[in-house]
DNA sequence: CGTCTATTTGAATGTACTCAAAAGCGGTGG
DNA sequence: CCACCGCTTTTGAGTACATTCAAATAGACG
């Protein structure tokens, strides 16, 4: 863990020497290398993910069997299937490493442990969730409002550290298009 | 609020008799016309809404005018604009009634005295909150995933009691189509 | 019954899609 | 260092689905 510790995820809390030892065995550093699927759908999703390094993507698969990527995480961020991990129900989203990546796993019991045991844990979650809710309504609002060149612009412009990351076709299933019609996008947006 | 009391907004959970006279003074009972806009994106968001009665709609204007509709809010949903709720931020969304309603609203400091003041509040919310966020989520999904015969017919099963409460311009707002794509959508269903 | 609004229908257009082929890129082994 | 292979991206041509704009029909309400 070198010079990373718990208490960089939780940033602005303070947190006793005991408190810090409680909640790093909590943690489980896991190494992932590009291509590794570390939750698949129809699982249970005991845990989530903060993403230290690399990049980590959610997709879904649809009844054509076609691919849709829901989100990319990247460092500090934290990444799972939420609707599953909430409810105790079975994933339907699999969450597949895209660059070799460095995460710390938790679970969902140990989360509530650590909510009771460091004051402030249980309201930086909240606000982190309320965010996750936000982006996701900017999501739903671009796909309805926005063309294909649109999309693929605002993405720039939100994550631009992102797209280096990430093959095309990713980013495709992401904005909802082909690999194809991005390529034309961009070719569209290059000789502006 | 004849039979209708605090108490039934918050299934399961026990009040004693104080608990529920305070927080029955929190809540403030609002009758609202089909057409009257209780939120006006631009302004700040000092209260969600519990639906009794009638229907409520959320929508988006985008850059070009359009309107987008978000969520719809029959009987025993919660409507805001979320994101600007909880962040304090001003309001992107517009509330409309499309149903004659009568709605209970509540402020955001109301509901930390009352979160703080019954046990069992503030986790009833959080689980509607998770719920919430997991709908957000399947919207994602049906965007990217369907056609729009499918949206259609997957916006039927889930909420089989709206439609009839409101026009097609909304549902088609909601579903992301042109009130002509929709006519023809259902005219195609109609023999099929 | 007439007016206003909502929905349907029609025809032309456009945007993104599919399928297929070509070009580009990156890594490996000779 | 270069040639090859597999994977990714680009380009091309034809197609499909939803859109726009306009007109006609249907409903709701006074």
Chains 1, 2 share one sequence.
């Not at 960089?8 to 020497?17: L, N, P, V």
């Not at 926005?146 to 980013?171: Q, R, V």
Request: glycine share 4%.
């Amino acid at each position: 863990m070198q010079n990373f510790t718990i208490k960089d995820i939780f940033k602005g809390i303070a947190f006793s020497q005991i408190q810090l030892e409680n909640a790093t065995s909590k943690f489980e550093e896991v190494s992932v290398k590009r291509g590794d699927v570390i939750l698949n759908a129809g699982q249970s999703v005991p845990s989530q993910y903060y993403v230290y390094s690399g990049c980590l993507r959610t997709y879904f698969i649809d009844a054509s069997g076609k691919e849709h990527t829901i989100q990319f995480a990247v460092n500090d961020w934290w990444i799972s299937d939420y609707t599953a991990f909430f409810t105790g129900g079975l994933a339907i989203l699999n969450i597949e490493c895209v660059q070799d990546a460095v995460v710390y796993k938790i679970s969902k019991e140990s989360m509530e442990v650590l909510y009771a045991e460091v004051p402030g844990v249980e309201t930086f979650f909240r606000i982190k969730m309320e965010r996750f809710f936000a982006s996701f309504q900017k999501r739903i609002l671009s796909d309805l409002a926005m063309s294909a060149k649109e999309k693929y612009k605002s993405f720039l412009k939100a994550y631009p550290n992102i797209e280096t990351n990430i093959k095309n076709y990713h980013l495709a299933s992401y904005l909802g298009i082909t690999p194809e019609s991005l390529s034309r996008v961009r070719a569209e947006l290059a000789h502006e």
